[in-house]
């Protein structure tokens, strides 16, 4: 098992290392960390993200595609208001003008080594993540979400990983395992796996009380995946209770207002917190993945520093370099 972190090349997580390889390489040492799933939100300097240290690669991802991929213009003038929106959005107004745009990233990733990518099935309207009256069904989006990722698979080099992640909007939540195998055999790419989200799967369900009744709960969900657990590569791991404030922000008549109020309300969601309990133990057990990413939102250095530390220790991963090891 190889032990990773997140991060972007974005100006904020540059900022985050002072943009600087020795800083980023002395945090990696200091938490006995393989090296990184990096996320390209802008071209690639092997001075600072090193070639060595790139594990894996997120994609970029688009929550709302399925109104596009339709052709429905109307709805997409509904959400977007204009049509020059929609161009700034999804590249163009043709599908390959979108689908372009995911070859570039996956062109890049590869190009930076990546020996996997994690790519989001999954799919909602903008007012959608607040009222979760969701207007498409999982294998709605599930079935056209494999037409434009088999126009994409020939990009990707057969001995680099597509591993698909679960979220809990419509698509891959895991819950389904039909559905689950319906997307690993309908997809065109030789190796096609799973990256298992630990604190998306806790988002699946708002009764959720404290760690150990998560963990539980992922574990009772991976039960019902049966031989399919096989083909999960990696793991996002981060603990989400968010459920009080799912149910009461459902409750409630919202519309979306901004992109940054709306990405708060998705974070207030997704919370990205370490594990702090020995319970998620179970987890790597039980799953064993190839690599495990500590995947958190990171407010600063310290915040960063702090995070791993504590996740590693509540592992007991803190002081087993061997298991970086390979």
């Known amino acids: 098992m190889l032990e990773l972190v997140n991060l972007s090349n974005y100006r904020t997580d540059l900022d985050l290392i002072d943009n600087n390889a020795t800083t980023l390489a ?5 938490h006995e960390l393989a ?7 802008e071209t690639w300097n092997s001075s600072v993200h090193r070639r060595e240290w790139i594990q894996g690669s997120h994609l970029h991802f688009w929550p709302s595609w399925l109104d596009f991929w339709r052709g429905d213009t109307a709805e997409l003038l509904r959400q977007f208001h204009s049509e020059e929106a929609v161009i700034a959005i999804y590249g163009g107004l ?6 372009e745009r995911y070859r570039d990233n996956i062109r890049r990733s590869v190009a930076a080594g990546a020996k996997y990518l994690v790519l989001h099935v999954c799919h909602n309207r903008l007012e959608e993540i607040y009222d979760w ?5 999982s294998w709605e989006v599930a079935r056209e979400a494999c037409e434009w990722i088999n126009e994409l698979t020939p990009a990707i080099p057969d001995d680099v990983e597509l591993l698909l992640e679960n979220l809990w909007w419509p698509g891959l939540t895991l819950l389904d395992r039909e559905l689950t195998a319906y997307l690993l055999g309908t997809i065109q790419h030789p190796r096609v796996g799973l990256m298992l989200d630990t604190g998306h799967l806790m988002n699946t369900n708002q009764d959720l009380v404290d760690e150990e009744d998560g963990v539980d709960y992922i574990l009772r969900v991976l039960d019902r995946l ?4 096989g083909r999960i590569r990696g793991m996002h791991l981060h603990c989400s209770l968010s459920g009080d404030y799912v149910r009461r922000m459902r409750q409630t008549d919202r519309l979306p207002r901004d992109i940054m109020e709306d990405m708060r309300h998705v974070m207030r969601i997704d919370r990205h ?4 309990t020995d319970t998620a133990r179970r987890l790597l057990d039980y799953v064993q993945p190839q690599w495990l990413v500590h995947e958190f939102v990171q407010k600063s250095p310290l915040d960063w520093d702090a995070k791993v530390a504590g996740q590693r ?9 061997c298991r970086n090891a390979g």
């Open 226 to 229: 049966g031989d399919l657990c």
């Open 94 to 99: 043709k599908r390959d003008d979108w689908l």
């Open 26 to 30: 002395r945090f990696l040492q200091r």
């Open 133 to 137: 009256r969701f207007e498409a069904t």
């Open 35 to 41: 090296g990184l799933e990096l996320m390209l939100c």
């Open 313 to 321: 220790t509540a592992l007991g991963l803190a002081g087993c370099k």
């Open 273 to 276: 917190e370490p594990f702090a």
